[in-house]
């Protein structure tokens, strides 16, 4: 059987860790030519990594938070391969847990620059590319949290994803691009190597985020977490030929929770 994503250029970002770096082995694995995009400077490893297994590796440091950051790593992908045939967008997590009120603005403010604005910025520079050779397949990375307990901003913001999402498939539809998202629930993944939020958090900001905790395993049917190959596989799916049909779709990947 020849593999999904033979000679397919594929760019990833948040791909240091967790979901994005899984998802890059993965595809890696199925002949995917990968671009590997990150803020930290891991993610040059994770490509070493792959490379000593044979895949084709280019990996890129940018902050995706800003236009420029995302204009140059695709302009650069495109340099170098001729072509962006898939991007998945995974740059994007809670920062802070606490009630609405709690948030100051300029927390409010770096909640929505990470988890939305990355995804905005990289299908806005993809799209010149995809449109010229009338192809591609954009699966962004959403959550379950649009409806949860203790991240407010993080949910617009993810809230704000899925209209992307939408919206871009319907417009882009006929230019042969298909545009899907995925919407993770609780995932277990090895302690990130650079944390969200490094302030001390006392007793009250502790049970803060066993609240959240709580809700997330709770509103899932299955009451667990899923793993990283439970959440890279199905954007792999939504990724591939065989989504070929599937656009316009946010798709709960959470034990049942639905968001």
């Known amino acids: ?51 000593q297994q044979e895949m084709e590796v280019l ?24 072509r ?69 901003p993080y949910g617009a913001a993810k809230a704000g994803v899925n209209g992307l999402t939408v919206n871009l498939a319907f417009e882009y539809a006929e230019q042969g691009i298909r545009v899907n998202a995925t919407a993770p629930g609780g995932t277990e993944a090895p302690p990130r190597l650079t944390p969200r939020n490094t302030e001390e958090q006392g007793e009250q900001e502790k049970a803060w985020y066993q609240t959240l905790i709580k809700q997330t395993n709770d509103s899932s049917f299955m009451h667990r977490y899923g793993t990283l190959d439970e959440q890279a596989e199905p954007i792999l799916f939504l990724a591939s030929d065989a989504a070929s049909y599937i656009t316009g779709t946010v798709l709960p990947v959470a034990g049942g929770d639905r968001g």
């Open 1 to 51: 059987m020849t593999p999904r994503f033979s000679g397919k250029v594929m760019a990833i970002t948040g791909a240091a860790q967790g979901i994005g770096k899984r998802v890059a082995e993965l595809a890696g694995a199925e002949g995917g030519r990968l671009v590997l995009v990150d803020i930290a400077g891991y993610v040059h490893e994770v490509a070493a990594e792959l490379r």
């Open 59 to 82: 990996s890129l440091q940018a902050d995706l938070e800003t236009w420029e950051g995302a204009e140059s790593i695709m302009a650069a992908a495109h340099r170098e391969y001729g």
């Open 84 to 152: 962006i045939d898939v991007l998945i967008n995974n740059v994007g997590g809670t920062i802070w847990a606490q009630p609405y009120e709690h948030y100051q603005p300029e927390q409010i403010q770096k909640e929505i620059q990470r988890s939305l604005f990355p995804t905005l910025w990289c299908c806005r520079a993809v799209l010149p590319y995809m449109v010229a050779q009338q192809k591609g397949a954009i699966v962004n990375v959403s959550s379950v949290a649009t409806r949860g307990l203790m991240r407010v």
